[in-house]
């Protein structure tokens, strides 16, 4: 019989005979999940490939195989292999049968966090964002085992759905020292959050998966009592959070303020503003771009008042070599707010605007010496957080200008860019590129942002813009508008 390694062999003994040769066949080297849908072929995820079984189609029967192997499914329709990582999760038709499984693999890796280990070794609360599938969980129960045997802290974790420390009554040992409490009822998660903290006097608690507001409030509780607090929420980045309701406390909340009038004519605004209510409960927010790429906020509270005011953040950008060395090859950049945070991110709350602070002049540190010069673009009627967020996930060396006459290119969203002709009519002659935007949507921008980047990939500085056809559509417009008039 084949030797796996540890755990890989009770996963595949839960599973029907059948899938389970054909998995043996192909090989479990990275093979994330399988996933048995009754009535359809059988799957087996890898990380870089699907292989689909058309000639095996899951019956009632595979999927009872699997159920008689495991415990009882809880109240969020999961499971467990005891003293193993791996979680089953079901899916019920309208009578409460499971008509699907999803087996994931699960494996404790040691080595996960080198690229953060100054960070979680820092004492600080740590928010960890990130897609499905992305390591959130892997980086998490790391993170456990580091700060118990390493740096010797009390650690307890929260373990609603048993995936960090895995099934059964003893935790699997990639958790270390540290301690697990379960959470019987999904729903009480936080109450257990509090629990841990009154009762057994920890260091550090660990959580995953904050995905109400009861169990953000519960987090700001446990932050407020000195406890290093490290977690992972529903979210792909720091603004998703922001318009979030349920989980905008766990960054500091966003409330409507009135201002009086001298305020608001100061700061150049309408009466009412959005600002951040409260101190954010995390103080770094770590961004899992991908398994080996991520963004960094080192300080949240002023990063949220960036946004706030309109200035896109510019975090840390780290990534691992295939040495496996550490690389920072973006540094984190912030301007200097002298005002406390406002909203220019909702037109209807900006009014007279002030001009925004100047970017920094120095360009990010780059680690590799011939890389391309960073585009500036000007975005002319788009929303700066939706372009912001294309540039991090599309990974394009782009930022966004808040200069007109700093700009190495130009989004323009198609209705402004026709009724308002003359702004953009002050870049003719520029060196410069336009790209038209036909609504202000995220994967519109998206592909405007690669539309763009295409044409300056040959470049070291973007392409010059079209002056003629510029001049005559202009003309055209004004004519028009003269015509009107007249």
């Known amino acids: 019989m084949a030797r796996y390694p540890e755990g890989i062999a009770e996963f595949l003994n839960v599973l029907p005979s059948i899938v389970r040769q054909r998995i043996e066949d192909h090989g479990i080297d990275g093979l994330v999940e399988v996933v048995l849908d009754y009535g359809r072929p059988a799957e087996a995820r890898y990380i870089d490939l699907v292989e689909r079984y058309h ?22 329709n999961r499971a467990g292999i005891e003293r193993t990582l791996h979680r089953i999760s079901a899916i019920r038709n309208r009578h409460g049968r499971i008509v699907g499984l999803t087996c994931r693999v699960g494996r404790a890796m040691e080595g996960t966090i080198d690229i953060i280990d100054d960070i979680v070794r820092s004492g600080q609360s740590i928010l960890i964002l990130g897609k499905p599938g992305v390591g959130k969980t892997t980086k998490l129960r790391e993170v456990a085992r580091v700060l118990a045997d390493e740096a010797m802290k009390r650690v307890v974790i929260v373990d609603t759905s048993n995936e960090i420390a895995g099934d059964g009554d003893v935790p699997h040992p990639g ?3 540290a301690r697990r409490m379960q959470v019987r009822v999904a729903a009480e998660q936080h109450g257990v959050m509090i629990e841990a903290v009154e009762n057994h006097m920890p260091e550090v608690i660990v959580i995953d998966e904050i995905g109400n507001e009861a169990e953000a409030t519960a987090a700001r509780t446990i932050a407020e009592r000195g406890v290093q607090l490290i977690g992972t929420a529903h979210g792909q980045s720091l603004e998703n959070l922001m318009l979030n309701p349920s989980l905008a406390d766990l960054i500091g909340g966003i409330q409507a303020v009135t201002l009086s009038d001298a305020e608001a004519q100061r700061r150049g605004t309408q009466k009412t503003v959005l600002e951040r209510k409260a101190p954010p409960t995390f103080d770094v927010v770590i961004e899992l771009l991908d398994y080996d790429r991520l963004a960094v906020h080192h300080n949240v509270q002023k990063t949220v008042d960036m946004i706030l005011r309109g200035v896109p953040p510019r975090p840390e950008i780290r990534v691992r070599t295939e040495q496996g060395e550490v690389e920072v090859v973006q540094e984190e950049q912030t301007a200097e707010l002298t005002d406390p945070a406002f909203n220019q991110k909702f037109p209807a709350l900006a009014r007279n605007q002030r001009p925004e602070p100047k970017e920094p002049k120095s ?6 010496p011939q890389a391309p010069v960073v585009v500036k673009i000007y975005p002319y009627g788009i929303a700066r957080t939706r372009l912001e967020r294309a540039i991090r996930e599309k990974k394009i060396n782009a930022t966004v200008t808040s200069e007109i006459e700093n700009a190495d290119a130009v989004m323009a969203i198609r209705s402004t860019y026709q009724n308002q002709p003359r702004k953009i009519r002050e870049l003719a002659g520029k060196n410069v590129r336009t790209v038209v935007v036909r609504s202000n949507t995220f994967a519109n921008i998206a592909t405007a942002l690669e539309d763009l980047m295409k044409g300056n990939a040959s470049e070291s500085t973007p392409a010059k813009l079209d002056e003629k056809a510029m001049n005559e559509t202009v003309a055209g417009i004004e004519t028009v508008m003269y015509s009107c008039q007249a």
């Open 55 to 76: 000639d095996l189609l899951v019956t009632e029967h595979d999927i009872e195989v699997v159920g008689k192997s495991l415990g009882e499914f809880g109240t969020d």
């Open 363 to 368: 360009s990010p540190v780059v680690s590799d």
């Open 175 to 177: 958790i270390g020292y």
